[in-house]
């Protein structure tokens, strides 16, 4: 994956640039090393390779390059992924990413896998931007960097309900488990 991201840095920044309200779209191919032992793309590097979707987005539009300069840093906050389909050894797919909006605290992405027109696998991720220097990146700023007004785009009341039953306590609150 190492060897991946590093390419996606490289040649995403000999691509057209792109807005980053667009849908960003990747060309991948399944690799050998993306394989559980069923044979098909393992659960946890769809993931992964989500990350290269949206860091290609982010470089095309110019944001990855503010965001360096400015010491801020994307994190997932929350993921929840629906499996229709297996992609398998050599084929070839689409990863497409969208931004879809913003709450009072974070910005949601929604990325696919496509093969042949048809939707394989949806995610919907909660990211948030944290500071190098300590503290965590607000919607308004997240807006002004990406030149967008949050308020412009709320994001669908399916997702906000779901950000909401899959939050948890924040990080410096206590949240021991209580599994026996």
Do not use: C
């Not at 949206?54 to 499996?83: C, E, F, H, N």
């Not at 084929?91 to 394989?120: C, P």
């Amino acid at each position: 994956m190492l060897l991946r991201t590093l390419l996606m840095m490289i040649t995403s920044r000999r691509k057209p640039l792109k807005d980053f309200r667009e849908v960003g779209r990747v060309r991948m191919r399944v690799m050998p090393g993306d394989l559980d032992l069923l044979g098909h793309v393992n659960n946890g590097i769809y993931l992964s390779l989500m990350d290269l979707g949206r860091m290609d987005l982010m470089i095309r539009s110019g944001k990855w390059q503010q965001l360096s300069r400015l010491g801020w840093y994307p994190v997932a906050a929350s993921v929840s992924v629906t499996y229709r389909r297996s992609l398998r050894l050599w084929e070839r797919y689409t990863l497409e990413t969208k931004m879809i909006g913003f709450d009072d605290k974070a910005m949601y992405v929604e990325q696919r896998f496509v093969r042949d027109n048809e939707v394989y696998v949806d995610a919907i991720m909660r990211a948030r931007f944290l500071k190098k220097s300590g503290g965590t990146v607000t919607v308004a700023e997240m807006g002004a960097l990406a030149e967008i007004d949050p308020a412009t785009m709320p994001i669908p009341d399916w997702i906000a309900a779901w950000a909401k039953d899959a939050a948890l306590p924040p990080a410096k609150a206590s949240f021991p488990s209580d599994w026996a």
